[in-house]
């Protein structure tokens, strides 16, 4: 009976719930800078120091220019002369 209550979702529209791995690693992410995970602890998995690297990044557009170092009006410098 409480299977019929919840409405059916086109296959496209339906979300996997997230994986603990995800949940943790968006928790350390939000409270740890990744070098002090890193410092801190011995052995990290392979995996599990991608979804951590993953969720520190940063999410809005603000936060990402704001971090950048990309900078548009920038020129190279000029070549060193030989001699």
């Known amino acids: 009976a409480a299977a019929?209550?919840?409405?059916?979702?086109?296959?496209?529209?339906?979300?996997?719930?997230?994986?603990?791995?995800?949940?943790?690693?968006?928790?350390?992410?939000?409270?740890?800078?990744?070098?002090?995970?890193?410092?801190?602890?011995e052995?990290?998995?392979?995996?599990?120091?991608r979804r951590i690297v993953y969720w520190s990044f940063p999410r809005s557009e603000r936060e990402i220019c704001m971090y950048s170092s990309f900078n548009m009006g920038a020129q190279e410098p000029p070549a060193a002369a030989d001699g």
């Not at 052995?43 to 120091?49: H, S």
């Open 4 to 41: 019929a209550a919840l409405p059916l979702l086109p296959l496209d529209k339906m979300q996997s719930p997230e994986s603990l791995l995800d949940i943790a690693a968006r928790r350390v992410a939000e409270k740890w800078p990744f070098q002090r995970v890193e410092e801190h602890f």
């Open 43 to 49: 052995r990290i998995p392979e995996p599990v120091q």
